[in-house]
């Protein structure tokens, strides 16, 4: 599921909200210059994951482009990308592996391997940190000068998405098969974990509003009997606020006793979050840090399996993965909900990164 997309506030009177931890320096130029990298998941197994690149300025799709510029395929399972320093990293999870290319021809530079089950990407002080399901949970730290895996930290279980704050790297724990209900504080100066909060069952996604606080999506879960044929019950959906000063829970809020959503995203202002994805009810929901509350109307209506916020055009992307056999859809909308327009992705659309 979702792109690690999310290290989001820097200058500009903390009103400018990075994406998918990157920044204008960041994005590719050249050959693929004003646009974005979508991340094709692909049907597990299959080995179909690829990468669309949309052009804002052509208003345009081109797809698969990873195999049109080295004439392989990427991999099997293609959970998120990260452009750092003129380059792409692909995290390939089911391949085990990192494809790192060229952000302006999208050419093979590296594989960074002997991972597993890598997950979301971010990069803080000029290292790399990239959740694993592997090895109990834990988060690697990749030399992006080498490419070399050169430090470990045993965080949860089942560890997704990545943020770097100011001051912290932060991984929500969601449990992976299993279940976990924490999120891990780590000092990127020692690279330790200082401090493991409990939050509510599967933390799922993660933002830093405009006020420095960070907002988690806990899903809940839906509880089966032994061969999944008769639903027992359900572990409730909540919205938790972190002041990332204190590191306490400042805010708690209820939001479903039988849907369980697992997107979080946040407006250009760092003002609205947006909610969705997962079990719930058909929609994408707003709500308003200043007084927030559980939603009833929907700002879109249309399920997705990923929604990503893009700060620098002030639009909400859906991804929609339909059958996950044929060509999913990318489709752009305005902050007040308005379809803008639908392209044709991959197998499987999950994200993007700029």
């Given at each position: 599921?979702?792109?690690?997309?999310?290290?989001?506030?820097?200058?500009?009177?903390?009103?400018?909200?990075?994406?998918?931890?990157?920044?204008d320096?960041n994005?590719?130029?050249?050959?693929?210059?004003?646009?974005?990298?979508?991340?094709?998941?692909?049907?597990?197994?299959?080995?179909?994951?690829s990468?669309?690149?949309?052009?804002?300025?052509?208003?345009?799709i081109?797809?698969?482009?990873?195999?049109?510029?080295?004439?392989?395929p990427?991999?099997?399972?293609l959970?998120?990308?990260?452009?750092?320093?003129g380059?792409?990293?692909?995290?390939v999870?089911?391949?085990?592996?990192?494809?790192?290319?060229?952000s302006?021809?999208?050419?093979?530079?590296?594989?960074?391997?002997?991972l597993?089950?890598?997950?979301?990407?971010?990069?803080?002080?000029?290292?790399?940190?990239?959740?694993?399901w592997?090895?109990?949970?834990?988060?690697?730290?990749?030399?992006?000068?080498?490419?070399?895996?050169?430090?470990?930290?045993?965080?949860?279980?089942?560890?997704?998405?990545?943020?770097s704050?100011?001051?912290?790297?932060?991984?929500?724990?969601?449990?992976?098969?299993?279940?976990?209900?924490?999120?891990?504080?780590?000092?990127?100066?020692?690279?330790?974990?200082?401090?493991?909060?409990?939050?509510?069952?599967?933390?799922s996604?993660?933002?830093?509003?405009?006020?420095?606080?960070?907002?988690v999506?806990?899903?809940?879960?839906?509880?089966?009997?032994?061969?999944?044929?008769?639903?027992?019950?359900?572990?409730?959906?909540?919205?938790?606020?972190?002041?990332?000063?204190?590191?306490?829970?400042?805010?708690?809020?209820?939001?479903y006793?039988?849907?369980?959503?697992?997107?979080?995203?946040?407006?250009?202002?760092?003002?609205?979050?947006?909610?969705?994805?997962?079990?719930?009810?058909?929609?994408i929901?707003?709500?308003?840090?200043?007084?927030?509350?559980?939603?009833?109307?929907?700002?879109?209506?249309?399920?997705?399996?990923n929604?990503?916020?893009?700060?620098?055009?002030?639009?909400?992307?859906?991804?929609?993965?339909?059958?996950?056999?044929?060509?999913?859809s990318?489709?752009?909308?305005?902050?007040?909900?308005?379809?803008?327009?639908?392209?044709?992705?991959?197998?499987?659309?999950?994200g993007?990164?700029?």
């Open positions: 599921m979702k792109t690690n997309f999310t290290e989001l506030f820097m200058f500009a009177g903390m009103m400018a909200v990075l994406f998918s931890c990157d920044n320096e994005g590719p130029s050249g050959k693929y210059s004003n646009g974005i990298f979508i991340s094709n998941e692909g049907a597990f197994g299959a080995g179909n994951a990468v669309s690149f949309y052009s804002t300025t052509g208003d345009s081109v797809n698969d482009i990873f195999f049109n510029e080295n004439n392989r990427l991999g099997d399972v959970q998120s990308a990260l452009n750092y320093d380059k792409t990293y692909l995290v999870n089911a391949s085990g592996k990192i494809e790192v290319v060229n302006e021809d999208f050419s093979e530079q590296d594989v960074i391997e002997s597993e089950n890598p997950r979301f990407i971010t990069e803080k002080n000029g290292m790399l940190y990239v959740t694993q592997g090895e109990g949970g834990t988060v690697k730290i990749i030399d992006p000068n080498s490419n070399e895996i050169v430090e470990t930290i045993q965080v949860g279980t089942g560890p997704e998405i990545i943020l704050s100011a001051d912290y790297i932060i991984v929500a724990n969601k449990g992976g098969y299993g279940e976990d209900s924490t999120i891990s504080i780590i000092d990127p100066g020692s690279n330790e974990v200082v401090k493991t909060i409990q939050t509510g069952n599967k933390p996604d993660m933002v830093i509003d405009s006020n420095g606080d960070l907002w999506l806990n899903s809940g879960t839906t509880i089966w009997n032994d061969d999944y044929s008769q639903v027992l019950g359900h572990k409730p959906s909540s919205l938790v606020k972190i002041s990332l000063s204190s590191l306490e829970i400042t805010e708690k809020i209820e939001l006793s039988d849907d369980h959503p697992s997107i979080l995203e946040i407006s250009p202002d760092g003002q609205t979050l947006y909610i969705g994805g997962g079990f719930i009810a058909a929609g929901f707003e709500i308003d840090i200043n007084s927030p509350s559980v939603p009833s109307t929907p700002l879109i209506s249309k399920s997705f399996y929604v990503k916020v893009n700060p620098l055009t002030s639009e909400i992307y859906g991804f929609d993965a339909k059958d996950w056999t044929n060509a999913g990318f489709s752009r909308y305005s902050l007040s909900g308005n379809l803008i327009e639908e392209y044709e992705a991959g197998v499987g659309p999950n993007v990164a700029l």
